[in-house]
């Protein structure tokens, strides 16, 4: 629980504008081993990274943003070459939500990889790169998308 209650900690932090907080909780994270209990834990640690990544980006340090991204993209081989025991159950009773979560963590790692790969153009076209960080299903940018779709939605069907 240390791993996820250290994320949602991170993320609260920021939430409250507490960067050096939401810095010290996130770096706890991304140095926690997950592998000790499962590597679907890995989403929090390839996310924390990115998040460390992304903070290094805003205050000017392309250099540690590249260390942090790296750091997600190791976090998520690791993940992904681990026994399936622990993440996707035995042949006979596999564990659907274990492929789910193992998707997710390919996922985040391709978009750390994708941040390394387009580092050089966020000096050029911020927005350019965080246009094409923003790959992976469940990214920051789409995410916000789906959320003001669905608002939107909802507020139709309530007449407001």
């Not at 805003?58 to 070459?81: I, K, N």
Request: contains cysteine; glycine residues 10%; neutral net charge.
């Amino acid at each position: 629980w240390q791993i996820s209650s250290g994320y949602a900690a991170a993320r609260l932090a920021l939430a409250l504008g507490e960067r050096e907080l939401a810095r010290m909780y996130f770096g706890a994270v991304e140095g926690a081993d997950f592998m000790v209990f499962s590597p679907l834990l890995a989403t929090k640690t390839i996310a924390s990274s990115f998040q460390l990544g992304a903070m290094a980006l805003a205050e000017g340090d392309p250099e540690r943003a590249r260390s942090h991204f790296a750091g997600g993209v190791a976090a998520a081989r690791r993940a992904l070459h681990a026994d399936d025991l622990n993440a996707v159950g035995r042949p006979e009773a596999p564990l659907a939500f274990g492929f789910t979560e193992l998707a997710e963590v390919a996922d985040m790692g391709a978009q750390c990889a994708r941040a390394l790969e387009l580092l050089p153009l966020y000096t050029r076209s911020p927005g350019q790169f965080w246009k094409g960080v923003d790959t992976k299903r469940f990214g920051v940018v789409s995410w916000a998308q789906a959320v003001e779709r669905e608002n939107r939605h909802l507020r139709a069907r309530l007449g407001a």
